[in-house]
Structure formats: structure tokens, C-alpha cells
């Protein structure tokens, strides 16, 4: 079958780092996104991996290994604007197949 | 501006009356999708498109269907929608399939009652 898993909840306070882990066994795999999605609105595109390891992008870094099925978005300095929840998602082919998404509350 | 645009967005109606929730891109992207939203489940895709005439189901098509006749327009139709079709739904763009970032609307909340 087709899973992605990541927490349901995390919370984390203004400046700090916090990381939402994303595990998958998924039949195709292109690569890994990541969507922020605040409250009310559409998902926003962060970031996509397809090969191992790290890419940064400003406050925001994502990692992959694909033979452990895993990834992790990494947020620093965090702000209260990063309040929202973070969608782990998988391209295989024409398919994309979503987590149940992280919901992140920054507090101050 | 590029932008993915659905209407409508809010939508209220009974058991077994058609509706049609359209969608359309300004980005001449080839792929487009449709996916619903519910709390605990993530988003499900519903459709997909690869470009004009061509669709595929996705993982919860049951219940709906789509048509691709222009390259911007993706419309998800709901023949006899039913109560369990309450949901947020989103259509969305990309410039190929599943290895592309995907452009997302700003969603339709429907209610069956």
C-alpha cells in the first residue's frame, strides 16, 4: 500500500528550530515536496527533493534519503507567520499522494 | 498573474442535484488535478489531467467526474452528489505530472445536505 506518515501536531517557540519528520513507502517515487498551507488557503509550494541529502532555501532546508523512505523540513528562526500546517508529499509518475499534513503552532 | 481560479467558492445544495465546480489556469500548464480536503485524511486526489483530452482517476474518484476539453478549463462535476462529498476541494496546475511543483487554487468548500 501507499502511506505517508508525519506528526499530527508540533509546537515550537518564536527563534527557535523545529523539525517535521516525513516518512513514506509509496509504489513510485519522483521526489519529495513540501507544501505550507495556512488555515483557510490553498497549499503554497516550499520546497522538492529527489536526490539524497539537504537543500536549503532561505529559513527553510529540506532533506531526503530515499533508501531509509524518509524526510525532514527543517524551519529556523521561526516566526509566528510559520504558524500553518506543512503537507510531506510524493510524485511517482502523474500521482501525488499526500501526508495528512503537520499542523505547527509557533508561540511567543 | 499567474493564478489557478475556482468557482465557486462556497457552495451549499442537496443531495442529487448535478453541480459543477469549474476550474481554470493562466499558466498553460499541461497538468491539472483535482483533490479533496478532510480533516485527518490530508488531500486526496480526486482526478488528474496529463494535457487536453486526456484524464486519469486518482485515488477517490468515485462519485465525480471531470473533463478536459481545453488546455485551461478542468471542471470536476458531481452528477448526484451525495452528503459524504462534503469537502474542501482544490484544483491545481503544474507544467508536467508528479515531478513538478503544483500551482494551487484557492479551493471550493461544498456542503451536501
Known amino acids: 500500500g501507499q502511506n505517508i506518515d508525519q506528526p499530527t501536531e508540533m509546537t515550537a517557540t518564536e527563534g527557535a528550530i523545529v523539525q517535521i519528520n516525513c516518512t513514506y513507502q509509496t509504489s513510485g517515487f519522483n521526489g519529495l515536496f513540501w507544501y505550507q498551507q495556512h488555515a483557510g488557503e490553498a497549499p503554497t509550494f516550499l520546497s522538492y527533493n529527489v536526490l539524497d541529502g539537504l537543500e536549503e532555501k532561505g529559513r527553510f532546508s529540506s532533506f531526503l534519503s530515499r533508501s531509509k523512505g524518509y524526510s525532514y523540513l527543517l524551519l529556523k528562526e521561526l516566526q509566528m507567520k510559520d504558524s500553518a500546517s506543512y503537507l510531506c508529499a510524493v510524485g511517482g509518475g502523474f500521482k501525488t499522494i499526500f501526508g495528512a499534513g503537520t499542523r505547527l503552532f509557533v508561540k511567543a | 498573474e499567474a493564478q489557478v481560479t475556482q468557482n465557486p467558492r462556497y457552495l451549499i445544495t442537496v443531495t442529487g442535484k448535478k453541480l459543477t465546480v469549474t476550474c481554470s489556469q493562466n499558466?498553460?500548464?499541461?497538468?491539472m488535478s483535482w483533490y479533496r480536503q478532510d480533516p485527518g485524511l490530508g488531500l486526496r486526489q480526486i482526478y488528474y489531467?496529463?494535457?487536453?483530452?486526456?484524464?486519469d482517476k486518482g485515488d477517490v474518484p468515485e462519485g465525480y467526474k471531470v473533463s478536459r476539453k481545453e488546455k485551461r478549463n478542468f471542471p470536476l462535476i458531481l452528477e448526484s452528489p451525495s452528503p459524504n462529498q462534503t469537502s474542501l476541494y482544490f484544483c491545481a496546475s503544474s507544467s508536467t505530472g508528479g515531478n513538478q511543483p503544483q500551482h494551487f487554487g484557492d479551493g471550493t468548500r461544498l456542503s451536501i445536505l
Open positions: 499558466m498553460n500548464h499541461e497538468y
Open positions: 489531467s496529463m494535457n487536453v483530452e486526456v484524464t
